[in-house]
């Protein structure tokens, strides 16, 4: 449903009702709330009677993820949103009985009157239920609220990219084709961060219910981001970013003089740097995988260079600035039949298409937040197989470890799971952002964003057939959502600036191309005026 839709279905409500848009509508919230009842668990949808009367008798109860909601049945149209220990149904035209978020974490929702609350028995695991103060909202500000949390109602598939576009508001101001840099960010990730970061100047930071809650929500993201993956918890540790997880990795093994390491010739560095400091402080041999011209060769490329000194094979699952992705399944039988532990770089590929690490039988994996998962930027996690995991030893540490430490004897006990490599400060809201990212992500479908970057891709690379000179670089049966194109006789760096001055087009310039990332809400409308302002420029 689209902003405009909406705006009619508002406005006509409203005139119904003698009012305008700028009215202003009683909302009420109660803090710390959590059902107690029980509830019809089949899974995401199922619905029973409300138990109290008392709100209205034609309520109903969703369970959704977890969550749960009541709402009348006879208002169409509302928007189902879902937390981990809370939720939101709103109805933009019902002002007499409206259910709006609360915005505090933890909480659920409750109705409200024009006269005011009305008392509902709910409570929360960790507190005791009150009633919040009434607050104000315009029609217009509610509308607006609506808009930007659509995309997270569980009825919303990937055919609806309007509705989904309409919740990632920067979306509103430019053609954005750069994902494999910084995502845009969805508003229900961006404020499940805010929320919690002013829950916190609220209540405060240390004190031990706002902690509690918060480590809890840490460890619904960590189960989230385990199930992302198709690995268990217990083999996730959270980053800062992809660097920190490949740095784990590079110095918690133990190396000697000549062991060898395999990455590509087109790493980031991010992907290169851990490794290259191996051979500069440790002797380490640093081989590179040639993956052009013949991406079908490369596997066999890299038989050729493993050997039995090869400790490490870790490649970019999807390449940065070509956007190459790699056969991973048929790299890691390689390096696996050579003794080799295999991991790699998931910054262009979590978040594009379905991954299952335990499918994969990758060794290591690191992944961050703010790229095709659309995430808040800072925040990452780090795979490691638990067979795998005594093999990388920990080279830091700090406060909040998770160890046994007997500081008069020395001694120290690292735990055996990937939280051994977490330790000191973390910002535990971007953590928890993270998992809703995800969520986000699992929302809408891997398998049909998939299906429909693919599909874009295809007619991005038709389009590109009309102009003169242009030259894809990314290999077609080795690509993802990345697009690298070449034309002859142009400077990318000065095109690249141009889409940006005059058409508010993002793109990046690297590889002597210009890079279009094309995700799930890019549109054909928005290749079209790119394919078309590439042309006046070159023209």
């Not at 509690?212 to 840490?218: K, P, Y």
């Not at 440790?282 to 050997?307: A, C, F, H, S």
């Not at 046994?404 to 120290?412: A, P, S, Y």
């Not at 990046?508 to 210009?514: E, K, L, R, Y």
Request: charged share 25%.
């Amino acid at each position: 449903m689209s902003s405009e839709v909406l705006d009619i279905l508002i406005a006509k409500r409203l005139k119904s009702e003698g009012r305008d848009n700028d009215t202003p509508l009683v909302v009420a919230s109660a803090t710390n709330l959590s059902t107690q009842f029980t509830a019809d668990r089949r899974g995401t949808g199922c619905v029973q009677s409300h138990p109290s009367s008392d709100l209205s008798a034609n309520a109903v109860v969703v369970n959704a993820g977890g969550a749960f909601a009541f709402y009348p049945t006879d208002w169409p149209g509302l928007v189902l949103s879902t937390y981990s220990k809370g939720c939101v149904a709103y109805l933009p035209w019902a002002p007499d009985q409206m259910y709006h978020r609360v915005r505090q974490p933890g909480s659920c929702i409750g109705a409200g009157r024009r006269d005011g609350f009305q008392e509902s028995k709910w409570t929360h695991p960790v507190g005791h239920a009150r009633v919040g103060t009434l607050r104000r909202a315009s029609a217009g500000r509610l509308r607006c609220a609506l808009t930007r949390r659509l995309a997270v109602a569980e009825t919303i598939k990937i055919t609806h990219i309007e509705t989904l576009r309409a919740g990632i508001p920067a979306l509103r101001e430019m053609i954005f084709l750069n994902t494999a840099g910084i995502s845009p960010i969805p508003s229900v990730v961006a404020d499940e961060v805010v929320d919690l970061i002013r829950w916190q100047e609220e209540k405060g930071r240390y004190r031990p219910d706002v902690q509690e809650m918060l480590n809890e929500r840490s460890e619904d993201a960590r189960e989230i981001t385990a199930r992302f993956f198709g690995v268990t918890p217990e083999e996730i540790t959270f980053t800062h970013s992809i660097s920190e997880g490949l740095n784990i990795v590079s110095e918690g093994i133990d190396w000697k003089a000549g062991d060898e390491v395999i990455i590509t010739d087109q790493e980031h560095p991010s992907g290169y740097m851990p490794w290259a400091l191996r051979a500069d402080q440790q002797g380490v041999i640093l081989k590179q995988l040639r993956l052009l011209p013949e991406p079908e060769g490369m596997v066999d490329r890299l038989r050729n260079l493993l050997t039995d000194r090869t400790r490490v094979v870790a490649l970019s699952h999807v390449t940065s600035s070509l956007g190459i992705r790699a056969p991973v399944e048929e790299i890691v039988r390689a390096g696996h039949e050579a003794g080799a532990l295999v991991g790699f770089d998931g910054a262009q590929s979590a978040g594009q298409f379905p991954i299952n690490l335990r499918e994969m039988d990758c060794d290591f994996y690191s992944a961050t937040s703010y790229k095709w998962c659309l995430g808040p930027y800072g925040v990452g996690a780090l795979y490691v197989k638990r067979d795998v995991l005594p093999q990388i030893a920990v080279r830091r540490s700090g406060a909040r470890a998770a160890a046994q430490v007997d500081m008069e004897t020395g001694r120290l006990v690292f735990g055996d799971t990937a939280r051994k490599f977490e330790f000191g400060a973390r910002n535990l809201p971007l953590r928890i952002g993270y998992g809703r990212a995800l969520k986000y992500i699992e929302e809408i479908g891997l398998q049909g964003i998939q299906a429909r970057v693919r599909e874009t891709v295809g007619y991005f690379r038709e389009q590109l057939s009309e102009i003169p000179g242009a030259r894809v670089q990314t290999p077609a049966e080795f690509s993802a959502g990345a697009v690298n194109v070449a034309i002859e006789g142009v400077d990318p760096g000065a095109v690249r600036q141009a889409l940006w001055d005059k058409y508010r087009i993002v793109a990046v310039s690297p590889a002597g191309g210009m890079r279009f990332s094309i995700t799930f809400f890019t549109t054909r409308e928005e290749i079209d005026r790119v394919v078309e302002a590439l042309k006046q420029e070159i023209a």
